[in-house]
Structures are given as C-alpha cells and as structure tokens.
C-alpha cells in the first residue's frame, strides 16, 4: 500500500481500514443526552427536602405530635405501633435517601456521558 493512515482514511469515506466508522471525531449524541439527564437528575435531587419536611403521614392523614400510626402491613417487614417522632425519622430517613440516589446517579450520568461525548 502507498500512502499514510490518514491518506487511506480519506480514500474511504472517513472509515478505517477494518470498515469501522472513526469515532474520534464529534463526539456522541447519546454522551450528551447522559449529560442532559445527570444535571436534570442531580438538580432534582439537590431540590428536595432531606430533612424535616414536615408533619409525618399514617395512612394519607398528617399525624399529631401525640399520636400513634398502627402498621399492620409486612411490606419491607415493617409492622408495628410507631410514635410522631418515629415517623419522621422514617420520612426524613426515606427522603434523604431518594434525594442522595438522583444526586449520585446524575453526578455519574454526567461523568459518563462527558466521556462518551469526547
């Protein structure tokens, strides 16, 4: 063969020699479509409340300070009688950890997809 890589490149449209396309050149539409995402998730999850967002819910209706929600339900093995401060704590707890889960994975979205951009 006469010629360099780069000439061989040109005779073929932009491809290499083994008829895979050149990735090296502009990017990926998908890396910044992740990097979309990452900021829209890591925004939203900067956004919501992690802590004391308000009174606690038993079954749809906000809990005063002296009451008590009765849980008959298994689901997650939680069942029992919980007091208002109790419930908070599992509302906060829950929040907090929705809210570190979006802003984890929207950080790592936009790793990713800065990346596969380049």
Known sequence: MTGTEDEIE?????ESVTGQADTKKGGSGLGWLLIAAGVGA???GHSLPGV?????TCDGKKMGT??????FSTQHGVSGSFSYSQMQDKAN???HEHKTWLEWGGGV??????????
């Not at 040109?10 to 932009?14: E, N």
């Not at 979205?109 to 951009?117: R, S």
């Open 10 to 14: 040109r005779k073929t449209g932009g």
């Open 42 to 44: 890591w925004l939203w």
């Open 52 to 56: 004391d967002h308000g009174a606690p």
């Open 66 to 71: 002296s009451d008590t929600c009765e849980i």
């Open 93 to 95: 707890h829950t929040a």
């Open 109 to 118: 979205a936009v790793v990713v997809g800065g990346f596969m951009a380049l």
